[in-house]
């Protein structure tokens, strides 16, 4: 089956301007997770929803940043007034549940670039 | 200090040859390890998971998890040019799951 998606593939916006980055998880997970993966680094783990609702978003760095998932489904990453350094590869994982054994399966990210 | 360190290489290697690679970590809660494949402009893509100490092997890829020594290490047999990539480690705490922490990666290229 299709695995997880996200869009768009790049996004180049201005310094100030706000942004949406959506995530589409495998069919059936339960558990979605966001990542931001700067240049030469690991991905640092933003949020985690299980079902519609955040069970941890320990690691939104501030609050420009912010995430939903309405349906339990599909997830959008929101980045208000953005900054230079906002500019990374923000990656989906999905999920089947959130057990400790569970894979998480990545998405190809999305490349974000603020001028 | 980082919870989890690893070498970022790069690492260049003669096609054919046995490849090291390893991470250390800080917190001893961590009891769930991973190591994922990661190609230029792709997502992270599972290759091995291990729990608690001992050694798993899969194909080419062993993974080896050395609790007592905070020290975890991936092994590649035969390598080949199809295996250039950049390699992450990654762990999670056995009671708070949720939350993946990982090395910076490792970038291996491996010549034809």
């Known amino acids: 089956g299709a695995g997880v998606s996200q869009t768009p593939s790049n996004k180049v916006t201005e310094k100030g301007k706000y942004v949406e980055l959506r995530c589409d998880p495998i069919s059936g997970h339960t558990a979605l997770y966001w990542y931001r993966q700067s240049l030469g680094q690991g991905p640092e783990f933003l949020i985690y929803?299980?079902?519609?609702?955040?069970?941890?978003d320990s690691g939104l760095p501030n609050d420009r940043f912010f995430a939903v998932r309405p349906e339990g489904s599909v997830s959008t990453l929101k980045i208000q007034r953005t900054e230079r350094g906002d500019s990374a590869v923000y990656l989906c994982?999905?999920?089947?549940?959130?057990?400790?054994?569970?894979?998480?399966?990545f998405g190809p990210g999305t490349r974000l670039t603020v001028l | 200090q980082k919870e989890v360190e690893q070498d970022p290489g790069p690492l260049s290697v003669p096609e054919g040859a046995i490849v090291s690679l390893n991470c250390t970590y800080s917190n001893s809660a961590f009891q769930y390890f991973m190591w994922y494949r990661q190609y230029s402009r792709k997502g992270p893509e599972l290759l091995m998971y291990?729990?608690?100490?001992g050694n798993k092997e899969d194909g080419r890829f062993t993974a080896q998890v050395d609790k007592s020594s905070k020290y975890i290490s991936l092994f590649i047999r035969d390598s080949q040019p199809s295996d250039s990539a950049t390699y992450l480690c990654a762990m999670r705490h056995m009671n708070t799951g949720n939350q993946f922490y990982f090395g910076t990666g490792t970038s291996l290229t491996v010549i034809p």
């Open positions: 929803f299980q079902g519609t609702g955040a069970a941890d």
């Open positions: 994982a999905s999920s089947l549940s959130a057990g400790s054994t569970d894979t998480q399966y």
């Open positions: 291990t729990y608690s100490s």
